[in-house]
């Protein structure tokens, strides 16, 4: 494949060094990974907020 005089080539998986297990536990990792770190990333946010309004609290009581 040519883009703009550049050549790319296709480089697939070695099929003889790369099991099936091996591309079903990579699939699963890429996506669950992604949207596990987006909730955790939640989760963090909710406990820093809760932990600022407490402390914000505490000073005006």
């Not at 099929?15 to 939640?42: C, H, M, Q, R, Y």
Request: charged share 30%; hydrophobic share 45%.
């Amino acid at each position: 494949m040519a883009l703009r005089s550049r050549e790319i080539t296709d480089r697939s998986l070695n099929e003889e060094l790369v099991t099936d297990d091996a591309k079903s536990t990579w699939k699963w990792i890429n996506g669950l990974l992604p949207s596990l770190l987006i909730v955790g990333f939640g989760f963090w946010r909710l406990q820093m907020h809760k932990r600022t309004m407490k402390l914000i609290e505490e000073m005006y009581d």
